[in-house]
């Protein structure tokens, strides 16, 4: 038998919650059965090949989701291996790069790749947290789990049809009760995971279109995820994203030390580093003497500024917003 080639795309932009991992359980999968498998990975420095028996896109930050948009409009050999029956596995911000178009969370409109009858724009607050939903197309019977993180909510037309309808969460958009889209060889999903390791059905339906029919597989350590996931709460998670960014990446307190008088710190400084610092963290400050005032407010400046450019809240809101936005 030949070996089965799985085109993993632009996971050097795309590959923000680890959905590259779908392509390597599909690859394990068909190992796990004899028949060979290997992952071709398609960056932005390389065209798109047709050639492949199936492809999986995982989700990405507005900046680099409008690359890769950029990307398969310029190479157009997704849409071309779509065409004559390749399966696609788009995951979260690859339902959007795949629409019709899609809004930035600055209300501003991208034209998409068009393989999907699917809009999106932003909605009022994000979703995150776990979805479990029924599958409302053929050949799945079991539920679909995994986890949603994405401000844009998704509108399907009528040549796109959803994957499930949401049982816990939100899916596709927040009240809409339905998750993904389907429409032709392209099955589209919000949920992360990966997706495909928390449901092994839907992994062996992808591969089935490929290698045809598959017995199952009785693997103990899927049944016990699928058991877990499938019983966790679908509240998001209690740090929200951005607002305690610095206290959910470093544990570590955070220790100030300036120079200053013994009877004359700088007590404007005082007020504004201990603000400047989350309530996780820990502010010291320590006086030592200085020679003169006009040295001591330099230095007091400096620290003020770099304390709040480390640690405000509002900062870390602004600045990682602009420059780093989360996933759509």
């Not at 009877?263 to 200085?290: D, M």
């Amino acid at each position: 038998m030949s070996t089965v080639r799985i085109g993993l795309v632009l996971p050097d932009v795309m590959g923000t919650y680890g959905d590259g991992g779908n392509a390597v359980v599909l690859r394990q999968r068909l190992r796990l059965r004899g028949i060979p498998a290997e992952i071709v990975e398609i960056t932005l420095a390389d065209p798109v090949p047709d050639s492949l028996d199936l492809y999986t896109l995982g989700g990405a930050e507005d900046y680099a989701q409008r690359l890769a948009t950029k990307h398969l409009l310029t190479h157009q050999g997704l849409q071309r291996a779509a065409s004559r029956g390749a399966p696609v596995l788009a995951i979260c911000a690859a339902i959007q790069v795949l629409g019709h178009w899609y809004e930035t969370s600055a209300g501003e409109r991208v034209e998409g790749v068009g393989m999907l009858d699917v809009t999106t724009s932003p909605q009022p607050a994000r979703t995150i947290g776990e979805v479990v939903s029924t599958p409302v197309v053929d050949g799945l019977t079991q539920s679909l789990t995994g986890f949603e993180n994405h401000r844009g909510g998704t509108v399907l037309g009528p040549d796109a049809r959803p994957l499930g309808a949401v049982v816990k969460g939100a899916g596709n958009r927040d009240g809409d009760g339905f998750d993904g889209a389907v429409q032709g060889s392209v099955v589209a999903t919000y949920l992360h995971g990966p997706c495909l390791a928390r449901n092994p059905e839907l992994a062996d339906l992808l591969l089935s279109r490929v290698v045809g029919p598959l017995e199952p597989l009785v693997l103990a350590e899927v049944d016990q995820l699928r058991r877990e996931r499938l019983a966790a709460p679908a509240g998001p998670d209690p740090i929200r994203p951005n607002r305690h960014y610095a206290a959910k990446v470093r544990e570590e307190p955070c220790i100030l030390s300036i120079s200053a008088p013994p009877r004359r710190r700088n007590a404007s400084f005082a007020r504004h580093s201990t603000s400047a610092c989350l309530s996780s963290a820990t502010t010291r400050i320590t006086s030592q003497p200085s020679r003169s005032t006009a040295g001591r407010r330099r230095r007091s400046f400096t620290y003020w500024r770099r304390s709040v450019r480390c640690w405000s809240p509002s900062y870390s809101n602004a600045s990682l917003m602009a420059r780093y936005p989360m996933s759509r």
